[in-house]
């Protein structure tokens, strides 16, 4: 990849030019952490969103999955995808959540769907996604790549899913959205990032976080201030002994 467009080089170029003014490159510049899954169907728009953030103020830094990375080679997503800063899987478990503002799943597989509806902490894309969530950290994804329904898979010929498999995909994205994940079209995700943009800028605390976070069994909280906590979850961290620390 050209050093012109490497995101690596472009983030180091940042930090030099804003010496010791972390909190205002942060708000200049969010950093959005890309979870990428390889699927038989949505890659393409996949890679299409994430160079559309590519074009924005941001910096950007991806993780592939095992499934992917068996296809592909990592100089290949980087060049598929613009972005040269990319973490290994098994690196992802010592990832922070203070480490980026916005997570986002450009393409959400069936297999990384039922893992996340069933909060299988075994999974490192399971296990960061929770955590973010649990910091109050927005988290996005498209969902083409597990709704039949929708008609990029009536062009690969396959539009005859039955009824009982769609209302099974749609029950799980029905959850993994009362997890506070939101649910995006190829069209919305420009849209949804300025609003993520926005809200980073002030984590929000909700009984919602606190249930992810007993599922996971977790047993603290840290929160970036400044921070809403709202009474339920104060309550419920209260009742259950999670400590939330700042």
């Known amino acids: 990849m050209d050093s012109r467009h490497s995101a690596v080089a472009a983030s180091a170029l940042l930090g030099l030019a804003y010496r010791s003014r972390e909190e205002e490159l942060n708000k200049d510049f969010p950093r959005v952490f890309i979870l990428l899954a390889g699927h038989f169907i949505g890659m393409e728009e996949g890679y299409s969103a994430i160079k559309q953030l590519d074009r924005t103020r941001t910096r950007l830094r991806l993780a592939g999955d095992e499934q992917l990375l068996r296809d592909i080679t990592v100089q290949e997503l980087a060049a598929a995808t613009g972005v040269d800063d990319i973490t290994a899987t098994a690196a992802l478990r010592s990832c922070s959540t203070e480490d980026a503002d916005i997570l986002f799943i450009p393409v959400l597989s069936l297999s990384l769907l039922s893992r996340l509806a069933q909060l299988d902490a075994g999974d490192p894309f399971v296990e960061l996604i929770v955590r973010f969530l649990c910091a109050g950290k927005p988290v996005g994804t498209l969902t083409l790549g597990a709704n039949p329904g929708h008609y990029r ?12 498999l769609k209302d099974e995909l749609q029950h799980k994205l029905a959850a993994i959205e009362d997890f506070g994940i939101t649910l995006l079209e190829p069209d919305q995700v420009k849209h949804w990032f300025s609003s993520a943009q926005t809200k980073s800028g002030k984590q929000v605390l909700t009984a919602g976080d606190i249930q992810a976070a007993l599922r996971m069994c977790t047993t603290s909280i840290r929160l970036a201030a400044p921070a809403v906590i709202t009474p339920l979850a104060v309550d419920l961290a209260r009742q259950h002994g999670i400590e939330i620390v700042f």
Do not use: I, K, N, T
Not at 153 to 164: L, S, T, V
């Open 153 to 164: 898979w009536g062009e690969q010929g396959m539009f005859q899913a039955p009824p009982r």
